[in-house]
């Protein structure tokens, strides 16, 4: 099996900083594309941004040129950096991989979310 765990979640007022990380620990042949995905209550849970194994980055129109995700594929962690922050980011931000396993093929995990929220 494999577990994701974030941290880095916390409270900050608007406009200031956060960094959020992921790390996947378990039977872990390689991790293909990862992602934050964040929830609001009542609302489903929307993408962040996802980064492929290459590198590749995709992120949701709200967070281009605020957030940018990163990763150590040596070390299977991901990370968020979050700046210019909004109260509208605030939500529980979940990890998400899909990854490879010695003893299974491509299976998606997620992880248990942190919770950021920001301050006006």
């Known amino acids: 099996q494999v577990q994701l765990v974030e941290s880095g979640g916390g409270l900050v007022r608007a406009g200031g900083s956060l960094r959020l990380s992921c790390a996947a620990s378990?039977?872990?042949?390689?991790?293909?594309?990862m992602g934050w995905y964040g929830q609001t209550p009542g609302k489903q849970r929307e993408l962040v941004a996802t980064?492929?194994?290459?590198?590749?980055?995709n992120y949701a129109d709200s967070v281009k040129g605020r957030f940018t995700i990163s990763r150590d594929s040596a070390k299977n962690i991901l990370y968020l950096q979050m700046n210019s922050l909004k109260t509208d980011d605030t939500a529980v931000y979940y990890c998400?991989?899909?990854?490879?396993?010695?003893?299974?093929?491509?299976?998606?995990?997620w992880g248990q979310g942190t919770q950021v929220t920001v301050s006006s």
């Open positions: 378990g039977s872990i042949v390689y991790i293909n594309t």
């Open positions: 980064i492929t194994r290459g590198g590749i980055t």
């Open positions: 998400n991989a899909d990854v490879v396993l010695t003893t299974r093929g491509l299976t998606n995990y």
